[in-house]
């Protein structure tokens, strides 16, 4: 019988295994750290962060799932088994909920939504006008893969100026491409509102530091929903994620009044939705087909 | 010289005037309580909520022109001169700014913001997962027109399951069309999320009563971003726009913690681009061609 393990916290596992149960019932389900299991046994994980060096004790994994579209929780295992291919999570309900996250946190900011909370806290009408056009209000988002396409082209349907930075051209209807390093500063400086979701590589770790906030315009906004090893944090204009998570009660950018602050909630992978994701994945690669979303290890996602 | 009468608030006119002057340079301007003029003289009004009876002074009146896309409070003049066209500013910008906003309080109920504000006032990293998924939400818009068909279709395109309701049947891809009375009660049945984006017209007035709300599902949320004479205040369950604009302080609406007001800001006219829808028309109406968003004053809008 094939094996799956999952590797998650355990107050996690029934969220996982009860979709897995109904979705993929020829499958061994086995919860690592609850249940018992030969290491030799194990064909598959699903996992998002799992111990390093855990992997290597494996003997005949076959493929690691990720479950979520991010993988620097496994590049940062030293002794991943690199003969076994990391897939990541790729699906549409998941790019749609980083995409929604994102749209609110935009709208949220070019509609002054916290002036009129303020506003309503004070039983005030205080009836204004938006300090700049949508046609004239810039976005930009770094990274045009799933995730930052969809979210490019669900901001341009609402009458902003997208613009997208990514390793390589682009081509996204009524989207600016910029590609590469050489290309960075252009992109920033067109940017008054700035949304990150990168893949946390070597190449992209602390790219939201002084100096590339220097090179927005005066009053740009910053949406960080990718990860916290993105940014500096000692650089830190405005922020929604962190470099240690959970933020600790006693981290000043809770209180600062230009910063919101949410947990990991912009888009949490749908348990049926990644049942029938690895089902499927399983059922390809028994059949000898060629896996999608496999991690290139040199590119780093 | 064709004078065109602007009747604003005083406060508001530089606005207006700013690119009428710029836009319709042939146009000699004038503000109500602010330059003398011969009533005889004016040949067009521009306006929102002009006092009654005030359009009747003016004999050689031959169209007036609506600031908004509602125009209940041009309907409300029993004295209104029938017989001079009044014309909606029906205005892409104007409905994308309302789609924005509908978009924007959508998104905040949807994935439950102000929870993870009152967590970040709290410096907590309250990680929950959605209670109900986005395919299962049901938003149902109340008025398909041009700003309810635009905020039908950014929803839509976010993967929620959207219906509208309707004098008459529309065909609006995606969007499951319920139209007149008979129609109503299943629409309210299957509607979450209900949204109010009607004209103001006899048959319209009050129609968020206690009766309509109760056919919603249990913890149905309501957005109403038409007027206030939508709703009966003292059925109001939540609300974002109120019988008496502005909001008293002593309303008890304002502290109510599961209601969010703000001032009358989802979409304000842009005076330039209304500038140039106003002086458009009147070319058009000069060339004797024929006028569109003409309103119905028997349909009201």
Do not use: C
């Given at each position: 019988m094939t094996t799956l393990l999952l590797a998650v916290?355990?107050?996690?596992?029934?969220?996982?295994?009860?979709?897995?149960?109904?979705?993929?019932?020829?499958?061994?389900?086995?919860?690592?750290?609850?249940?018992?299991?030969?290491?030799?046994?194990?064909?598959?994980?699903?996992?998002?962060?799992?111990?390093?060096?855990?992997?290597?004790?494996?003997?005949?994994?076959?493929?690691?799932?990720?479950?979520?579209?991010?993988?620097?929780?496994?590049?940062?295992?030293?002794?991943?088994?690199?003969?076994?291919?990391?897939?990541?999570?790729?699906?549409?309900?998941?790019?749609?909920?980083?995409?929604?996250?994102?749209?609110?946190?935009?709208?949220?900011?070019?509609?002054?939504?916290?002036?009129?909370?303020?506003?309503?806290?004070?039983?005030?009408?205080?009836?204004?006008?938006?300090?700049?056009?949508?046609?004239?209000?810039?976005?930009?988002?770094?990274?045009?893969?799933?995730?930052?396409?969809?979210?490019?082209?669900?901001?341009?349907?609402?009458?902003?100026?997208?613009?997208?930075?990514?390793?390589?051209?682009?081509?996204?209807?009524?989207?600016e491409s910029f590609a590469g390093a050489g290309e960075l500063d252009a992109f920033l400086m067109r940017t008054d509102i700035l949304i990150c979701l990168l893949p946390l590589t070597p190449d992209t770790k602390g790219i939201l530091n002084k100096a590339l906030f220097a090179k927005l315009p005066a009053g740009a906004y910053v949406i960080n929903v990718a990860r916290g090893g993105h940014q500096v944090e000692g650089d830190l204009i405005a922020a929604l994620v962190f470099e240690t998570e959970p933020l600790p009660e006693t981290n000043p950018l809770w209180k600062h009044p230009k910063v919101i602050v949410t947990p990991h909630i912009a888009a949490i992978s749908d348990p049926r939705v990644a049942a029938e994701y690895v089902r499927d994945r399983i059922a390809r690669f028994e059949r000898g087909e060629k896996l999608d979303n496999v991690v290139d290890f040199t590119r780093g996602y």
């Open positions: 916290p355990i107050a996690w596992a029934p969220l996982w295994t009860t979709p897995l149960a109904e979705i993929a019932p020829d499958l061994k389900l086995a919860v690592q750290g609850r249940d018992a299991f030969e290491p030799a046994a194990v064909d598959y994980v699903l996992s998002f962060r799992p111990a390093p060096g855990f992997l290597a004790t494996l003997p005949n994994l076959k493929i690691v799932f990720s479950l979520g579209a991010g993988v620097d929780g496994f590049l940062a295992d030293a002794d991943y088994p690199k003969a076994v291919p990391l897939v990541r999570f790729v699906d549409h309900t998941l790019s749609r909920e980083m995409a929604q996250y994102v749209v609110m946190h935009v709208l949220m900011h070019h509609r002054q939504q916290p002036f009129f909370e303020q506003a309503q806290k004070d039983s005030k009408w205080r009836q204004t006008i938006p300090p700049r056009r949508t046609e004239d209000t810039r976005i930009g988002i770094l990274g045009l893969g799933e995730i930052g396409t969809l979210a490019a082209e669900r901001l341009r349907d609402l009458d902003f100026k997208v613009a997208g930075w990514s390793r390589t051209k682009k081509t996204v209807e009524g989207v």
